[in-house]
């Protein structure tokens, strides 16, 4: 072989070589960086009440407190007034009663009937009266009993002679029984009749104290209450009711 041939073909196995055993470039892929953190949503502070409202509100509370001041100033007043006119009344009747002998009491809070030959009532006593038996009613009606027990006991311990009397004090212990006070209403019922045995409110006073003694567990004092109540006022309402409950 020719020694040219031989040096072509050995160059040509050495480019040969040479482009196989070439070094490749080596691409290493990078990791994309880790996502930032989410933070968490922070929720602003409430924003505070506003100033207006708190003003407003305050504003609100202080009237309804001076409202109320005003109600007690009043209610005081009401009362003084009350005081000064019962203690007026009371010296119109020591000025009008001096050197007056008062008749006796019988059991029981309210006197006794006046006696025979008692002085007259005069208009300014009868006006005074009729007032404090309007209030009295008023106040009974209104629920205020314990004024209206005072304005009674008022009328029934310092004009024991007037036509009223009688209604006030039944109207006094109807209270207390009421209020479930039997004892002070039987005493109240009781003397009513012993003042006045045959008056306009003797009837329901016999009922009512049967009702009391019942109350009170005293079923034989019951009974014969309502037994001379059926016997003494046969006509009348209350001895129906009584008749009513003998039978049960």
């Not at 003003?55 to 009401?78: D, F, H, M, P, Y």
């Not at 008023?138 to 009223?164: C, G, I, N, Q, S």
């Not at 039997?182 to 104290?209: D, M, S, W």
């Not at 567990?217 to 009584?242: H, I, K, M």
Request: with cysteine.
């Amino acid at each position: 072989m020719p020694r040219r041939l031989v040096v072509v073909l050995a160059a040509l196995l050495l480019v040969g070589c040479g482009s196989t055993f070439r070094r490749r470039e080596v691409t290493v892929e990078q990791p994309p960086p880790p996502a930032a953190a989410e933070r968490p949503v922070v929720q602003p502070p409430p924003e505070p009440p506003r100033l207006a409202e708190q003003l407003t509100r305050v504003a609100g509370e202080l009237s309804e407190l001076q409202n109320a001041v005003a109600k007690l100033i009043a209610s005081s007043r009401q009362q003084e007034d009350q005081v000064a006119n019962l203690q007026r009344r009371l010296n119109e009747l020591e000025a009008q009663n001096r050197g007056r002998t008062p008749p006796a009491v019988p059991g029981g809070f309210a006197p006794g009937a006046p006696p025979p030959g008692a002085a007259a009532v005069t208009s300014a006593t009868t006006a005074i009266a009729d007032d404090l038996y309007r209030a009295g009613v008023e106040k009974f009606r209104a629920k205020d009993f314990d004024a209206a027990v005072l304005m009674f006991y008022d009328l029934v311990v310092t004009y024991p002679d007037h036509p009223l009397r009688e209604r006030a004090q039944f109207l006094v212990a109807d209270i207390f029984y009421t209020q479930k006070d039997y004892r002070g209403a039987l005493a109240e019922f009781e003397a009513l009749l012993a003042a006045v045995p045959r008056g306009t409110q003797a009837a329901e006073a016999l009922l009512k104290i049967g009702l009391c003694h019942r109350a009170l567990g005293d079923r034989a004092q019951a009974r014969r209450a309502w037994e001379r109540l059926a016997r003494e006022f046969p006509e009348s309402v209350a001895a129906r009711q009584a008749r009513v409950l003998l039978r049960t």
